[in-house]
Structure formats: C-alpha cells, structure tokens
C-alpha cells in the first residue's frame, strides 16, 4: 500500500523557519518525481515545488523561490521542504505527493501537515 | 504561467443527476490535463489524466473531455460520495503546475 506520510508543521512566527519531511512507503521512492503542494485555509491547491528522482533538478513556484528548498534522501525514502523567511501567505496544509515518472501529474498524496505563520 | 478558470464555483445538484464541470486554459494544453477530487478533510485524488483517462478503480461514470482550452469533467448519476471538490490541474507548460480555482459540488 502505497503511504506518504507529512511531519513538522506547526506554528511558526513571521520570518521563522520550518522543516517538512515526508516518509514514504509502499512503492519504489527513488523512480519518482516528487512534489510539495499546499492548500490555504478554505482555498485552492498551490503546487510550491518538485524534485526529479535523481534530484537534479527542482521547480519552484516563484512565490517561494529563494525562501523555500525541497530535497529528498532515497537511502531514507525521504521527501523534505525546508522554508525560511516565513510570511502569513505561507500558512496552508502542506501536502506531500508523487509526481509521477515525469513529475507532471499528481498520483498519489498525502494527508498534509498544518503550516501557521503568525505572531 | 498558464490561468486555469473553472466554473460554476459551486454546483447545486441531487443525487443521481448529472453535474457538469468546466475548466478552462488561458492558451492550449493540448490534452495535458487532469482532474482531482478532494472530499472534505481528505487529501485530493486523482482521477483523470490526459484529459480523459480514468485512473484504476475510479467509476465509469467520471467522464473527462476535451482538449485545448475547453474541459469538461461529467459526473454520469452522482452518488453520495461524489459530492466533493474537484480541481482541474494543467501539466503542458510547466513549472509551475498550475491547478484551476476549484468546483464544490453540492447537494441540492
């Protein structure tokens, strides 16, 4: 059974920092792209960014870019977003998610953890 | 970055009628889409991808059409647990994805 299960959100204040990880199980973690999605309370889906399998290469939405960082450990079945610079925009569930062999669509998600910038 | 705009913003309808969903791209995506389902308090699933693929396991009566600009994802006869939002994501031009505003489908 595929499981991707989302840790280390919380509350934070304006300007703090915050480290998500994602531990997965139950297919072939290191043959897939991996993605960070996030969802404000009461709004839409954000894709925030992706990883290739190899890590080579990672997207960012552009409201994140240069604040925010995804990396991944195969060794560990690993997915992690680091933020920094937190702002109160940046408050939503974060959803961990498999992004497929091409990382374009989204197949399998996670349940989310709560991210709340506030002072 | 592709504007992907999908309507009504709530759909009134009652169990076993059709519910109709639209989306469209701000330029074409080809058939480079999909559509997800999230019910409340759950994460998003998928359900349909290249515009009219269903995933496994989904329904037969999830219908997705369309191509270019205009999308169109069909609820045959909705069940109870079909009621739900729905998202229209776009994966032709990217980063970023980009995900439509969402469709909440409501009972009538």
């Known amino acids: 059974e595929v499981q991707l299960v989302e840790s280390g959100g919380g509350l934070v204040q304006p300007g703090g920092s915050l480290r998500l990880s994602c531990a997965a199980s139950g297919f072939t973690f290191s043959t897939y792209w991996m993605s960070w999605v996030r969802q404000a309370p009461g709004k839409g889906l954000e894709w925030v960014a992706n990883?290739?399998?190899?890590?080579?290469?990672?997207y960012y939405v552009d409201s994140v870019r240069g604040r925010v960082t995804i990396s991944r450990d195969d060794a560990k079945n690993s997915l992690y977003l680091q933020m920094n610079s937190l702002r109160g925009d940046d408050t939503a569930v974060y959803f961990c998610?498999?992004?497929?062999?091409?990382?374009?669509?989204?197949?399998?998600w996670g349940q989310g953890t709560l991210v709340t910038v506030s002072s | 970055e592709i504007v992907m705009t999908q309507s009504p913003a709530t759909l009134s309808v009652s169990p076993g009628e059709r519910a109709t969903l639209s989306c469209r791209a701000s330029?074409?995506?080809?058939?480079?889409l999909a559509w997800y389902q999230q019910r409340p308090g759950q994460a998003p699933r998928l359900l349909i991808y290249g515009a009219s693929t269903r995933v496994t396991d989904v329904p037969a009566r999830f219908i997705g059409s369309g191509s270019g600009t205009e999308f169109t994802l069909t609820i045959s006869s909705l069940q109870s647990e079909d009621f739900a939002l729905y998202y229209c994501?776009?994966?032709?031009?990217?980063?970023?994805?980009?995900f439509g505003g969402g469709t909440k489908v409501e009972i009538k």
């Open positions: 998610a498999r992004g497929g062999k091409y990382g374009r669509v989204i197949d399998f």
């Open positions: 990883i290739k399998q190899d890590g080579s290469v990672r």
């Open positions: 994501q776009q994966y032709n031009n990217w980063p970023p994805l980009t």
């Open positions: 330029q074409s995506v080809g058939d480079n």
